[in-house]
Every structure is written in structure tokens, then in C-alpha cells.
């Protein structure tokens, strides 16, 4: 039966009183990392183990029951330390685990749930000091963090509503539309100076007062969850942990413009995040917050998940309402913006999935509050997706403001060299937005990161890909990697973005092979200014973004590729020479037989060497080599 809104109060006190008679609470992390790492056995195994073990135990929080000393056993969404997973969580212990396998349920229970013992095993190591740490409280990648969007990520089941409800969920929506008028709602987000996390920064409540000014008989709210750059998962953590935040946020949204329709556009790659989402907006419909006449306020609006079928460009969002109208996801000209002629012809709101998420927690806190963290004009948080040579990797939330030095050295725990160790002196770059995003070096390290800063360098936040490089990294191969994703992700509508990647990447592989003069680094640099001048959407105006950075700080690295045809990084294979070291080489004829080319000569017990006029640095003598007599030449 629909519940009236006034039963979300009796909901959240009625939870809390039986989470309050729970003894102890085991959390699995089933975000996409850890449900491919296992996590799901290690669930199923705990409801095993308990069951033999003979301790009561429950997988959701019943209503008023009238008493229980048992065991809660529930997933959650992304706890964020993706590198350590299948994460286990036991409250109120302050207990985390880490790579747990299924093996070690069993321990667990003995030991931890029916011994009271922390097992040290289990627990995280820090790598820099050898220490074991308890919980999250003592784990570096935690402390400096400041979880504002992610909160609730991990700490509550996404599937439950009742759970999200129990911490202040759906208060925002009810106050947006039972007190405030849309004009207020449209003040309060301008105040709090959020801006678009989707990586252009706009100011998102200009756009919503913007698009409540436009006068239509229907409008429309989006949430952009195409997410697709390589590597980022911030949003897809935020719909698989927290869904129905995202709703709340497009309630307060729709409410604010006077829409009575949204679309959460998902791309189908990310079937948890749509299979949560459609988990959400059906417990919410049965909740009565969403439908008709919500809150008994005369507002209606409701919801629908669209699934993408995964191209890039559909994160434009000319692009994205092209795709839900049934068309080819191509981007089109603007003006006229979505906010005057959007889906449909309709004005539209489109909002990504944090901007969204943020947002009841500025109506419950109030701007000042928001507008409090982080920069002047950059207020709030950041997720970002921390990857690369780091020691701890995983999705990260800090205030705008942090530089890249607290996030690289104390979140992610310093640089690693190629075989893992912490080095010093392994820092060399971090690309920082995702595709479009550009490359710092390290006299940024202390810059403070927000949209305007990152601006003036050359970067942009983008997304909030992350991911951090050292020495070994050959920076020409780094710009190709994301030319080639842009290249690939074109949809071809304009012919600088569809002709000029393609050419550009022509262009690095040239530089990369040793075919590639002066003229072709100028002949790069020209054709990355034109396509960011005269490409039609954001895809081909940033994708130059990486090749011209890296151009600006490592155009040293471009000449020795062009002038001494020699990789610095010693990355490139065809400008690499396999050599091979007369004392070390024992004659053993290993690498003769592998050479596909008949390069290497030699007789058996004697040194051999390399012809380098028959050499195609294949490198099958490096690899096959046991006693590191082959190495690289440069």
C-alpha cells in the first residue's frame, strides 16, 4: 500500500530504533570492484557460516521488531579503497578488512564475531610505515578525505530505502516542495555556489534559474550518467552506492524548473549502477515520492531510466537528448541551449550525476554550509578516481582546494617505482580530467586544485580521472593513449574532430617510430590548435588537450624521439636497440633460437651478439633471456 509522505518520519524513527537492537553490523562492499573480486562469495559465505555457527542473523532491518541481538549481514555500495577489496566493514568494532576471500569467512566468524578478536592478518598495512591499521579512521586514504557526495557510498545497503530514509533521505525533497517556492529553490543552489561536476564548472544554479524562466507547457530533467572516460567510475559508484540520492537531487531539480519528467541516461556498460537505479525508482514510487500529487502537494513528477549504448559523445548533452529521442547520439550546434529547446523541443535540465547528488544535502545544510568548503569560487567537494603508479589506489572525495601533493603523497600514499616500491623520486607527471584533461608536472604539486586554477595550467577537473605517472612513463605514448580513445569515441559529424584526431594520431605514430622530423611536432602542434578552435562539441575542442600539454612541459622527450629517433622513457619499441652484455652472456643460445629474424649469431659457450641492421626489436631476446645478459640499448 502507497504510504503518505507524513509516514517518513515514523519510517526513520521505527529503523533507527531496531538498528539500535542490532549487535553488530557486517558490511560487504558489492561495488562493480569488488563484486569482480568476490565479494558476492563472501557474502553468501557469511550468511553460510552464521547459520552453521548458530548466531542469529538478518540481511535487512525489520521494522518494528520488538527485539534482536543478531548479526545484520548487508552489502553496500563502493567503499572507495577499490585496490584492497572485497572490503568487509564490522560496526560498531570500527573494524575493516581487507582482500577478503571466501576462505576466510569462516575465521572471521570465530574469531571476530564470536571471539571479539581483531585479526591482524586481515587488517591493511601501511606500506610507508609497516604498521597494521584497525578502520578507516586509521587508514591514511581515509583520514584525509572528506566524504560529502560519497557518505553514504558503503556504509548503507542501496537497495533498502528504509535505510536511506533512516539518515535524513527524502527530508530536502519534502521541504523543497512543501516550503519553498521555485524561485527560492533556484536562489538556495545559486547561493551555495555549486558547480557542474561533469567537468565544464557551469554554475548550476544560474542553469536552473535559467531553465525555470522558460515557459512550456512540459519540462524535462536529465541525469547524465554516461560516464566513459577510461579509468573514471565516480558516478557509477555514486549509482550503484547512493541511488537515491540521485533521485532526490532530479525531485528538488524538477521541482525548482517545473518539470514532470526525468531521465536518468545510464550507459548499458554500467548494469549494476541501471539495475540499482531501477531498484530505486521503484521503492520510491511505492513510497509515493514519486508519481502523482507527491507530498499531497498537487506536484508530480516521476522518472525513467534510459540505458546508452555506450558512446562517449553522448555525454554532450545535445548528444545525450539526441540519443533518448530515439536518434543517433550526435552533438548539434548551440544556441539554442537545452535550457530554451532541449528534449523533445521542450526546455531541459541537464545536471551529471554528483552536481545532483549534491544537492539535497545543500537544501537539508543550507548554502552557507556548502559554499564553506573548499575555494571562493570553487565551493564543495571533488571525487576523483585515483590510479596509476600510486600506492593506494580506489575513488577518492577531498574539498576543492586540496592540492595534488596531499592527494598524491598522503591519500594515494606516494609514487611507486615499476616494481612496486615507494620511491621518492618517482614522481614525473599526473594527467588529471580524463581524455580531455592535460598533464602537471611537478612544480604543480602544491597548486590548489579547482576549476580555475587547473584552467590557467593548461588541466581541467573533466570528470575527475586521476591518474598518476612515473619516470618510466613515456609521455608521447601517454598523449597517444588518449588521442586514440578521442580518435576512436568521434562520432564524425564535423570534420576537424573526425579528420584531424585521425591525422593527429597519424603524427604521434610517426614521432613514435622514428619516422617523425621537426616539422612534424609543428605540423602537431598546429592541427591541435585548429581542432580545438573549430571542432562542434566538447569531445573535439578538448582533445588536444593531452598532446598539447605534454608538448608544453616534456617537449624535450618529443626531440629525442625526433632528433635522436631515442625513447627516454625506453618505451617506444622501434626506437629501442636490444644489447647484449659480452660478461654476462654465457652462450647458452636461449636467445638465438627465439630471434625471429636470425639477428643473433654466436657459438655455443661464447658471448653472442646482435646484428642491428637485422634486428626488428621484437625484444624476444629480452624476454627470453634468464640471465639478464639482454638489455635495452636505448
Not at 115 to 130: F, K, Q
Request: charged share 25%; with cysteine.
Amino acid at each position: 500500500m502507497r504510504k503518505r509522505f507524513a509516514d517518513l518520519e515514523e519510517i526513520s524513527l521505527s529503523y533507527k530504533e531496531s538498528g539500535r537492537l542490532i549487535k553488530r553490523r557486517v558490511t560487504i562492499c558489492a561495488g562493480t570492484g569488488c563484486v569482480a573480486n568476490g565479494s558476492l562469495e563472501v557474502y553468501n559465505e557469511f550468511l553460510k557460516q552464521l547459520e552453521s555457527s548458530g548466531i542469529e542473523h538478518l540481511i535487512k532491518i525489520e521494522l518494528k521488531k520488538e527485539s534482536s541481538d543478531a548479526v545484520l549481514v548487508s552489502s553496500s555500495g563502493c567503499q572507495g579503497f577499490c585496490q584492497m577489496g572485497p572490503l568487509v566493514t564490522i560496526e560498531p568494532d570500527g573494524i575493516m578488512y581487507v582482500q577478503v576471500g571466501k576462505d576466510d569467512v569462516k575465521n572471521v566468524v570465530e574469531r571476530t564475531l564470536m571471539g571479539n578478536e581483531v585479526i591482524e592478518e586481515l587488517l591493511y598495512t601501511d606500506l610507508s610505515s609497516g604498521k597494521k591499521c584497525k578502520g578507516t579512521e586509521d587508514i591514511n586514504f581515509y583520514k584525509r578525505q572528506k566524504r560529502f557526495v560519497l557518505g553514504n557510498c558503503g556504509r548503507i545497503n542501496p537497495e533498502d530505502i528504509y535505510e536511506y530514509i533512516a539518515s535524513d533521505g527524502y527530508k530536502a525533497a519534502r521541504r523543497a516542495i512543501l516550503e519553498m517556492t521555485d524561485a527560492q529553490i533556484c536562489q538556495e543552489i545559486l547561493r551555495s555556489g555549486l558547480r557542474g561536476r561533469g567537468g565544464g564548472g557551469f554554475p548550476t544554479g544560474k542553469k536552473w534559474e535559467l531553465t525555470r524562466q522558460s515557459v512550456s507547457d512540459i519540462k524535462y530533467v536529465i541525469c547524465n550518467g554516461d560516464e566513459g572516460d577510461p579509468g573514471a567510475f565516480m558516478d557509477r559508484s555514486i549509482m550503484e552506492g547512493n541511488p537515491h540520492s540521485v533521485i532526490e537531487g532530479m525531485m528538488i531539480a524538477a521541482k525548482a524548473i517545473g518539470a514532470s519528467k526525468g531521465y536518468v541516461y545510464v550507459r548499458m556498460e554500467y548494469p549494476l549502477a541501471v539495475k540499482r537505479l531501477r531498484i530505486a525508482v521503484q521503492q520510491a514510487r511505492e513510497l509515493g515520492l514519486l508519481g502523482l500529487n507527491i507530498f499531497d502537494s498537487g506536484f508530480d513528477f516521476d522518472i525513467e531510466i534510459m540505458e546508452g549504448a555506450g558512446a562517449f559523445v553522448c555525454g554532450e548533452e545535445t548528444a545525450l537528448m539526441a540519443s533518448i529521442e530515439g536518434n543517433r547520439g550526435m552533438p548539434n550546434p548551440k544556441p539554442p541551449f537545452p535550457a530554451e529547446s532541449g528534449l523533445f523541443g521542450k526546455p531541459t535540465l541537464i545536471n551529471n550525476v554528483e552536481t545532483l547528488s549534491s544537492v539535497p544535502k545543500i537544501i537539508l545544510n543550507g548554502p552557507d554550509y556548502f559554499s564553506s568548503i573548499g575555494t571562493d569560487n570553487s565551493p564543495g567537494t571533488k571525487t576523483f578516481a585515483l590510479t596509476g603508479n600510486v600506492v593506494n589506489t580506489g575513488l577518492i572525495e577531498v574539498p576543492f582546494g586540496t592540492t595534488l601533493r596531499e592527494i598524491i603523497f598522503e591519500i594515494g600514499g606516494g609514487v611507486v617505482n615499476d616494481n612496486g616500491e615507494i620511491d621518492p623520486d618517482a614522481f614525473k607527471a599526473v594527467q588529471i580530467g580524463g581524455p580531455s584533461g592535460g598533464c602537471l608536472v611537478e612544480e604543480h604539486l602544491d597548486l590548489p586544485l579547482d576549476f580555475d586554477s587547473l584552467g590557467k595550467v593548461g588541466a581541467m577537473v573533466g570528470s575527475g580521472g586521476l591518474v598518476v605517472m612515473n619516470k618510466s612513463t613515456c609521455m608521447v605514448q601517454m598523449a597517444r593513449f588518449f588521442m586514440q580513445f578521442t580518435q576512436n569515441e568521434s562520432c564524425g559529424k564535423c570534420v576537424l574532430c573526425r579528420e584531424g584526431t585521425k591525422q593527429m594520431l597519424a603524427l604521434l605514430d610517426d614521432i613514435m617510430e622514428g619516422r617523425a622530423t621537426y616539422e612534424t611536432i609543428s605540423l602537431l602542434e598546429e592541427l591541435a590548435g585548429a581542432v580545438n578552435k573549430g571542432s562542434l562539441c566538447g569531445l573535439g575542442k578538448t582533445a588536444p588537450n593531452p598532446v598539447l600539454s605534454t608538448l608544453h612541459y616534456f617537449r624535450d622527450e618529443y626531440y629525442a624521439h625526433v632528433e635522436q629517433k631515442r625513447c627516454p622513457a625506453k618505451q617506444c619499441k622501434a626506437l629501442l636497440t636490444p644489447v647484449i652484455i659480452p660478461e654476462l652472456c654465457k652462450g647458452c643460445g636461449v636467445c638465438l633460437r627465439k630471434c625471429p629474424t636470425g639477428a643473433i649469431t654466436g657459438s655455443k659457450k661464447e658471448p653472442h651478439v646482435i646484428n642491428e641492421e637485422l634486428c626488428i626489436k621484437c625484444m624476444a631476446c629480452l624476454e627470453a633471456c634468464r640471465l639478464n645478459a639482454v638489455t635495452i640499448g636505448g
